[in-house]
């Protein structure tokens, strides 16, 4: 493993991203523009100040899941990741990669969608404003590591697609984000404690509710970061040199 | 650059495949192959599509999962760490970024391949190899955007950027215009008088007088290894096509 590969495979990708002007436009104001839905559905009751947090987490791991994951695909299927692993770069270099451009590109969508949210829809936000952009960020990159081992588990791209509501979608129906966690059957309850989007909404659930609720939010990034780390070794262990 | 393993009767070697057992699709691919592949030299692999060459050649650089069997290059096991460096690859199918430019594809695979230089080489060598495969006027575009040639000469640049001592290549010359391809024969020349040893693929059997080698495949078996004009001269052909037929012929009596 080397910082340098590693840099230079984000690099890679993001290079990969430029040349996509579709894509970029849609990571950046897609989540942004369902915002403003959200507060304008709402508006004239409380209900955006409980769901508008809650989407901040989600959106950005939902759209790095999806890109990520045929990113990826495409990489495995395409002969680039074979000729990649007969070069000194190491599996872990391409996670990494991955993951750090991935990162990058999730802090600028996050920044653009949190402050639209906060700006534009008037979102109330006690604790740090910084720190609902910190949760974001770790939830894209959260997005990012499942989707590169979901793709390990796709043979095309409308099986990496398909993989979205397999994997996505049950997490975003029990993170809290229709009826607080709390209130779920306790079965739902316990599998919702070791899904990780759960641990997004209950940190800018806190972040948004009280200034106390900061040291909250920050065990809640730990335990995503904890999340992240296993999905990238296990995404990495499912990068084979050698194949059949 | 070559190994010191002066085995009796041959020059040293840059590739030594001994009781290869590749099993691909629950089928025996390669059942028992083992060649020798002298360094410094354009060694042709010549077969019919579907003999097992690329599943040769997988198995030299390290990525195939093999049965059974060894195979040594530059003195150690393929696909070791060691080797990473001096073993150029590349693929069929042309294995390039579709959504990068030609410089930005060779420039990735410069930086991958150049440990320690500076950002300066990286971008020196990258055009020179990019010059080398005639591609200095497509250098800016999308390598998506290329015909299929031009693409597979993308993908020769990213190998030959790392300037490997054993360069792999797997039908490189597929698809191109007379031209391009005696060009591109002469390139290789050019590198194994530099004491580069290629490993170069083709089912294209007129290809084969371009070589200092041949390896003739059929259905995974070496039906024959020597050199264009002892191929010749043995089969009292009079090219390499009906040569590769005589073979199977005498081979099926
Ligand atoms: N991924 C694979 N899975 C199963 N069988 C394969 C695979 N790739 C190739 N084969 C089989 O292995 C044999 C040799 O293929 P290959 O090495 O690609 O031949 P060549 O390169 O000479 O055309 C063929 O019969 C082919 O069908
Ligand atoms: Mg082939």
């Known amino acids: 493993m080397s910082p340098r590969l590693s840099a230079l495979t984000a690099f890679r990708v993001l290079r990969q991203l430029r040349a996509d002007h579709r894509t970029v436009a849609l990571l950046l104001v897609v989540p942004s523009v369902l915002v403003g839905l959200l507060a304008w559905m709402y508006s004239g009751t409380t209900t955006f100040a409980v769901v508008g947090p809650a989407l901040l987490g989600i959106f950005p791991f939902v759209v790095m899941f999806l890109v990520t994951s045929v990113a990826t695909l495409r990489e495995r299927t395409g002969g680039t990741l074979e000729r990649l692993l007969t070069t000194p770069l190491a599996k872990a270099d391409v996670m990494l990669g991955y993951a750090l451009a991935f990162a990058l590109v999730a802090v600028v969508q996050a920044v653009v969608t949190v402050a639209f949210a906060v700006v ?31 793709s390990a588990f796709a ?18 129906l029990l993170c809290g984000l229709l009826i607080p966690r709390d209130g779920l059957p306790t079965v739902l309850r316990r599998i919702s404690d070791v899904l990780p989007l759960s641990y997004a909404v209950d940190a800018t659930t806190a972040l948004t509710r009280s200034a106390s609720g900061t040291g909250d939010a ?24 050698r194949t059949a | 650059m070559t190994t010191d393993d002066d085995r009796p009767g041959a020059g040293p070697a840059a590739i030594v495949v001994s009781g290869l057992h590749v099993v691909r699709g629950g089928r025996d691919v390669l059942p028992d192959l083992t060649l020798s592949v002298p360094a410094g030299q354009v060694v042709g692999l010549l077969g019919p599509s579907g003999s097992g060459k690329s599943t040769l050649l997988r198995a030299v650089v390290g990525v195939q999962v093999v049965a059974g069997g060894t195979v040594t290059v530059l003195g150690q096991p393929a696909g070791s760490p060691g080797l990473r460096r001096r073993v150029g690859y590349v693929t069929q199918a042309g294995s390039v970024y579709d959504d990068l430019t030609v410089r930005d594809n060779v420039r990735y695979f410069a930086g991958l391949l150049a440990a320690g230089r500076g950002h300066r080489d990286v971008v020196a060598a990258a055009d020179r190899v990019i010059g080398a495969v005639d591609l200095t006027d497509h250098a800016d575009v999308l390598a998506g955007a290329l015909s299929g040639g031009e693409r597979s000469r993308v993908s020769l640049a990213c190998a030959l950027v790392g300037d490997p001592e054993v360069l792999v ?24 008088r530099d004491g580069r040893t290629l490993l170069v693929s083709s089912h294209v059997m007129d290809e084969a007088t371009r070589c200092d080698r041949l390896l003739l495949l059929r259905e995974g078996r070496l039906l024959a290894d020597t050199t264009p004009g002892q191929l010749l001269a043995d089969t009292g052909a009079a090219d390499a096509d009906q040569a590769f037929l005589r073979l199977v012929d005498g081979a099926g009596v």
């Open chain 1, 120 to 150: 534009v829809c008037g979102l109330q936000v006690a604790g740090p404003v910084w720190l609902l952009v910190v949760v974001a960020v770790a939830e894209a990159v959260l997005g990012c590591a499942l989707g590169l081992l979901a």
């Open chain 1, 155 to 172: 043979t095309s791209e409308f099986q990496a697609v398909q993989f979205m509501p397999a994997v996505v979608l049950p997490q975003v």
């Open chain 1, 218 to 241: 920050g065990r809640d990034l730990l335990v995503i970061l904890g999340f992240v780390v296993v999905a990238l070794a296990l995404g990495s262990l499912t990068l084979r040199r």
């Open chain 2, 169 to 192: 290549l797997d039908e490189p010359t597929v698809g191109l215009d007379p031209v391009l391809r005696r060009d591109l024969w002469a390139l290789f020349a050019g590198l194994a």
